[in-house]
């Protein structure tokens, strides 16, 4: 039984500062790799960040540079540090953390949480 919650959205001005949270329980969540993705405004979910069991890291290019994933796996949780945001940034944002099998892929959604980047 897995549960995954996000939290630390809001509202923020272009070019300041938010951190994500997404919090895992009845998992082991070591196990899990870790992907973060945005849904924008009447657009299809895209893949921002994502960080391997063994902490490996990759970002969209548009994120490059300005956001940060991490893994706290004592904490169960996985961060986004999300610096000099954009209006462009702007959507829903979610976690999915996922295993490889030999009997396939098993992810888990969170629900999400609303960014927006504004003046």
């Known amino acids: 039984q897995m549960q995954l919650v996000e939290s630390g959205g809001g509202l923020v001005q272009p070019g300041g500062s938010l951190r994500l949270s997404c919090v895992a329980s009845?998992?082991?969540?070591?196990?899990?790799?870790v992907n973060w993705y945005r849904q924008a405004p009447g657009k299809e979910r895209d893949l921002v960040a994502r960080?391997?069991?063994?902490?490996?890291?990759n970002y969209a290019a548009s994120v490059k540079g300005r956001f940060t994933i991490s893994r706290d796996n004592a904490k169960n949780t996985v961060y986004l540090q999300m610096n000099s945001l954009k209006p462009e940034d702007t959507g829903v944002y979610y976690c999915?953390?996922?295993?490889?099998?030999?009997?396939?892929?098993?992810?888990?959604w969170g629900q999400g949480t609303q960014v927006t980047v504004s003046s």
């Open positions: 009845g998992v082991t969540f070591n196990r899990y790799a």
């Open positions: 999915k953390a996922f295993i490889n099998t030999d009997r396939g892929t098993r992810d888990y």
């Open positions: 960080i391997s069991r063994g902490g490996n890291t």
